[in-house]
């Protein structure tokens, strides 16, 4: 009996182990669609769907532009503070240029899934992590 406890324990262990391994290595998706100069400027117009997995931290950015985003698939988000937001499938959201966000974990259920369409300055990084 004691060898039966003692054989549950480790499959317990590696099991956990295996679950928070594979939350740790989380990665995200990017499916570029389209990009594209905007006419008459120096900028230009990324569009792209994004999938950010359960256990997965959004990191906290800006772009040199702005952003908006429609949610395709919604989750439920916890924060660095450790407070959790619901993001509904079907909201939207416009995001200023240098505005930072992000830096959230995704709870799930499932995936957060978004389409987004950027318009940034031309040549320059889709994605600016704060110093």
Do not use: C
Request: hydrophobic share 40%; no cysteine.
């Amino acid at each position: 009996m004691v060898e039966r406890s003692m054989k549950s324990k480790v499959a317990m262990s590696l099991l956990g182990s295996l679950l928070l391994t594979g939350a740790a290595y989380a990665q995200e998706t990017r499916t570029e669609l389209k990009r594209a100069d905007l006419t008459g400027t120096n900028m230009e117009i990324w569009t792209a769907v994004y999938e950010f997995p359960v256990g997965y931290t959004i990191p906290a950015h800006s772009h040199n532009g702005e952003e908006v985003v429609y949610v395709l698939e919604g989750a439920k988000l916890k924060r660095a503070d450790g407070t959790e937001i619901e993001i509904k499938t079907g909201t939207y959201n416009v995001v200023p240029r240098d505005l930072v966000h992000g830096g959230a974990t995704v709870l799930g259920p499932g995936s957060l899934k978004l389409f987004a369409a950027h318009v940034i300055d031309k040549g320059g990084p889709i994605r600016v992590l704060p110093k």
